[in-house]
C-alpha cells in the first residue's frame, strides 16, 4: 500500500511539471494553448528573449561530436546539454534540430566521414543525443525545455533524384525517430509527403503560399521571412504583405485600411564604426615572431602516412580531418633520358580548391578554383634532374560539397590525370604519372604540433621577419582593447590561411581572394523575388577582412596572443584589432506600423535625418522625396529618441502629418547617431 501511494505520488509530481506539447491544423499547441513561436538561432539569450523570441534553435553537428568512429567530443564550446540547460535557465524554449544531415554551409553537411554507413551510424548518433537529452529530462514532457524536434533536413528537394530508395528512407528516419519516443512532436523541414506524425516546414525566402498536405499540420516556417495572419480567441497578431513588386495595394482588415507598398518590406539596418585598439601601452603596430612550416619530409623525401598506385579523392584519405593532404611521388631520370630537354613543365588536372606544387623541395607556384569551376589545370615549367626527382602538391580544400543529390561524388583535391610534358626538338613526349606510387598525408606539421596553442614551446625567431612568404607561421602578443565593446580584427594585407587567438580559431581567412569587380550599382531596388546576384555591394573587395573576437576569447589583464598561418605569402604588419559600436541606426517603415530603434543599450545622440512621405534612398544616404509632411519629423524624433537606449515610435498621419503622395505608400525614413 505505501508503495502504490509513492508510485500515485510520483505520477502526480511527475504530471504537475510535464509540459504538454501537440498541434492542431492552425498551430503548435502548448498545455492545449495555440501558440504563435518565434524562434531564432542568436548568441545572447538575453538579447534574443528581451527582441520577443520564444525559442532557441540549434543543429546538432554530428562531425564535430562525432570527429572520429564512435569517439564522441561534447566538451567545451561543444557541451550540448550545458547549451540546452541555459535556454531552460533563460525561460526559453528549445528546437532540437539533430538532423543528423544539416544544410548549414556546413563541412559535408556534417557527415564526415560517415556518408558509407549512413544508416546504421545516423541511428546510433540520433538515440545518443536523445537519451543523453532525455537523462538530463530536458524534453518539455519531461519537464521543458525542447519543444520540437527534428529529423533529417531538406531531403524533399532532393528526394527524386533517388527514386523509390529515397521514398524509403525518408519512411525509415520518421520511423526510428518516433520510436525514440521523445514525447514532442517531430518536425522535417521540406517534406511535402512526411510520413504521419511527422510535421512538415518550410524553409526558403517564399513560404507565404506554404500547404502541408495533412490539415493537422500547422504552417511552420524553420527558416523564412514571410508575410501571414494569426489568431486566437484572445486576438490576432497580423503581418500583411504585397507580393507585386510594382503596384501598391490596399488591405481592409478588422475594419482598418492598410495601404501596402509594392513588395512591401520594412527594414531596419544598423551602420558599424570601428575604433583603434586603445589599450594602455598598446603599440599601434604589431611585432610578430615567425618560423616556416616544416615540410622536409614531404618536399625532399616525399614521405607519407600510406602509399597507392592510383590518385585518390582527398575525401577519402583525409577522412574530414583537414583542409590539406599531401600528394607525393618520385621520378628518375637517366642522364640521356629524352625527358630532359630544354623544355619541361609539369601539368596537374585538379579538382583541388587550392594547389600547390613543389619540385625537389623548390616551389613552383600555386593555383585555386575560380568562379565556382573546380575543375581546372596547373601547368608550369620544371626543371627535373637526372636520378630521382620529388613531385610533392599540396591540394587544399576550403570545406566541402554540402547539398544536392549525390552531393557526396563530387570530387575534391587531385583527381588527376597528372603529367610531365617534355619537348626534344620538334618532338613533345608525354608521361603519364596517373599510375606512379604515390605517397598521402593529411595535414601539416604546425597543426599536428599545435603553435597556435599559446603555451607551444616551439621555437619561433624575431630576427629578419619574412613578408610575403609561403607556408610561414606569425605570432604576436598584444593588449585586450579596453571597454566592452565588441573586438575585431582585420586581416587585410595577408594572403590566405588561418588565425588564433590565444588558442582559439577564429576562422580560416583569404583577403587575397577578391570579388568581381563588376555586378554592383549605387543605387538598388529590392523589389521582387531574390536572387543571388541581386543589389549585390563590394564589387572588387575581399569577402570578408574583418574577423569577430569575442571577448571571452581575452584576458582583460596581460598578455593575449595572436598566431597566423600564412599559406600564400602576406603582410602581417598591417594586422591589426579595433572595436566596433553601432555608429547608426536606420528605419524605412511603412506608416501604420509601430517601430523601435536600439543603439544596442547605448543612449541616442541625434537624429540626423528624419522625413515622412516618400523619402528615397538608403542607411546613410537617405534624401527627401517629392512629398513630406508638414510636421517636422526631425524635431519630433529628436523630443522623443535622444537620450534613450530604446525609442518606440508610431509611424502614423497623427504624428507625422498627412502628406499628398498621390496615392502612393507613405513611409518613414529615419537615420539615428548613436
Avoid at 545572447?44 to 562525432?66: C, M, P, R
Avoid at 570601428?274 to 612550416?293: C, G, I, V
Avoid at 610533392?392 to 575534391?412: D, H, K, M, R, W
Amino acid at each position: 500500500m505505501v508503495s502504490l501511494r509513492f508510485i500515485l505520488c510520483f505520477l502526480l509530481v511527475s504530471s504537475v511539471y510535464a509540459t504538454i506539447i501537440s498541434h492542431d491544423g492552425r498551430a503548435i499547441t502548448i498545455n492545449g494553448h495555440r501558440r504563435v513561436l518565434l524562434s531564432d538561432v542568436v548568441g545572447s539569450y538575453q538579447k534574443g528573449k528581451e527582441g520577443g523570441l520564444d525559442a532557441i534553435e540549434t543543429y546538432v553537428f554530428w562531425n564535430a561530436h562525432e570527429p572520429t568512429h564512435r569517439q564522441y567530443d561534447f566538451s567545451g564550446k561543444l557541451d550540448l546539454i550545458r547549451f540546452l540547460k541555459t535556454i531552460q535557465d533563460e525561460g526559453l524554449y528549445g528546437v532540437l534540430r539533430i538532423g543528423p544531415y544539416a544544410c548549414a554551409e556546413w563541412n559535408y553537411g556534417c557527415y564526415g566521414f560517415l556518408f558509407n554507413v549512413l544508416i546504421d551510424e545516423m541511428q546510433n548518433f540520433t538515440t545518443m543525443i536523445i537519451d543523453m537529452a532525455k537523462k538530463e529530462k530536458l524534453f518539455a514532457s519531461q519537464g521543458d525545455p525542447i519543444i520540437l524536434a527534428q529529423i533529417e533536413n531538406e531531403y524533399g528537394n532532393l528526394m527524386g533524384s533517388y527514386g523509390e530508395s529515397g521514398k524509403k528512407y525518408i519512411k525509415w528516419c520518421a520511423n526510428m525517430a518516433q520510436s525514440l519516443d521523445v514525447g514532442v512532436p517531430w518536425i522535417m523541414c521540406q517534406q511535402n509527403d512526411a510520413p504521419q506524425p511527422m510535421l512538415n516546414t518550410c524553409n526558403g525566402f517564399y513560404c507565404d503560399n506554404f500547404e502541408p498536405k495533412n490539415p493537422n499540420t500547422p504552417k511552420m516556417w524553420t527558416e523564412n521571412w514571410t508575410a501571414t495572419i494569426y489568431r486566437t480567441e484572445e486576438g490576432s497578431s497580423c503581418f500583411l504583405g504585397n507580393g507585386n513588386k510594382n503596384l501598391d495595394c490596399t488591405i481592409n482588415f478588422q475594419g482598418e485600411s492598410y495601404v501596402v507598398a509594392a513588395w512591401y518590406i520594412t527594414t531596419q539596418t544598423s551602420m558599424l564604426v570601428k575604433k583603434p585598439n586603445e589599450a594602455e601601452d598598446d603599440p599601434s603596430t604589431l611585432k610578430f615572431s615567425w618560423r616556416p612550416e616544416n615540410m622536409d619530409n614531404f618536399l625532399l623525401k616525399g614521405k607519407g602516412e600510406s602509399t597507392n598506385r592510383q590518385l585518390f579523392d582527398q575525401k577519402l584519405v583525409s577522412n574530414d580531418q583537414s583542409d590539406y593532404l599531401w600528394y607525393m611521388t618520385t621520378v628518375k631520370f637517366k642522364k640521356r633520358d629524352p625527358f630532359l630537354g630544354k623544355s619541361m613543365s609539369l601539368r596537374v588536372n585538379s579538382t583541388a580548391h587550392v594547389l600547390h606544387a613543389f619540385v625537389n623541395g623548390r616551389y613552383i607556384g600555386n593555383q585555386h578554383a575560380e568562379n565556382g569551376n573546380f575543375h581546372y589545370v596547373f601547368e608550369k615549367e620544371v626543371k627535373f634532374k637526372p636520378g630521382r626527382n620529388v613531385i610533392s602538391l599540396l591540394s587544399i580544400t576550403v570545406g566541402l560539397a554540402n547539398y544536392g543529390a549525390f552531393f557526396e561524388s563530387q570530387p575534391a583535391g587531385i583527381t588527376g590525370p597528372i603529367f610531365i610534358i617534355g619537348g626534344n626538338g620538334d618532338e613533345t613526349i608525354v608521361k603519364d604519372l596517373s599510375a606512379h606510387k604515390w605517397s598521402y598525408k593529411t595535414g601539416l606539421n604546425g597543426f599536428e604540433n599545435q603553435l597556435f596553442r599559446t603555451e607551444s614551446v616551439s621555437k619561433w625567431s624575431v630576427e629578419s621577419v619574412p613578408f610575403n612568404r609561403t607556408m610561414t607561421w606569425y605570432k604576436s602578443t598584444f593588449k585586450a582593447p579596453l571597454g566592452n565593446d565588441p573586438v575585431v580584427v582585420d586581416l587585410l594585407g595577408l594572403g590566405k590561411g588561418t588565425a588564433w587567438v590565444n588558442g582559439n580559431n577564429i576562422g580560416r581567412y583569404w583577403p587575397a581572394f577578391i570579388s568581381n569587380k563588376n555586378g554592383c550599382s549605387a543605387t538598388c531596388n529590392y523589389r521582387g523575388a531574390y536572387h543571388s546576384e541581386k543589389c549585390q555591394t563590394n564589387c572588387g573587395e575581399p569577402t570578408q577582412r574583418w574577423y569577430h573576437v569575442p571577448r571571452s576569447f581575452l584576458n582583460t589583464e596581460g598578455d593575449n596572443t595572436i598566431v597566423l598561418f600564412e599559406e600564400m605569402g602576406g603582410n602581417p604588419s598591417l594586422v591589426n584589432f579595433k572595436t566596433t559600436r553601432v555608429g547608426s541606426v536606420c528605419a524605412n517603415v511603412y506608416e501604420k506600423n509601430n517601430i523601435q530603434l536600439s543603439c544596442d543599450r547605448k543612449p541616442i545622440s541625434a537624429i540626423k535625418f528624419a522625413s515622412f512621405g516618400n523619402p528615397q534612398g538608403n542607411c546613410g544616404s537617405f534624401e527627401k522625396g517629392s512629398c513630406e509632411a508638414s510636421n517636422n519629423a526631425v524635431d519630433i524624433l529628436t523630443q522623443l529618441c535622444v537620450g534613450k537606449e530604446i525609442c518606440s515610435i508610431d509611424v502614423s498621419t497623427e504624428k507625422f502629418g498627412a502628406p499628398d503622395c498621390r496615392g502612393s505608400a507613405r513611409k518613414l525614413a529615419v537615420e539615428a547617431i548613436c
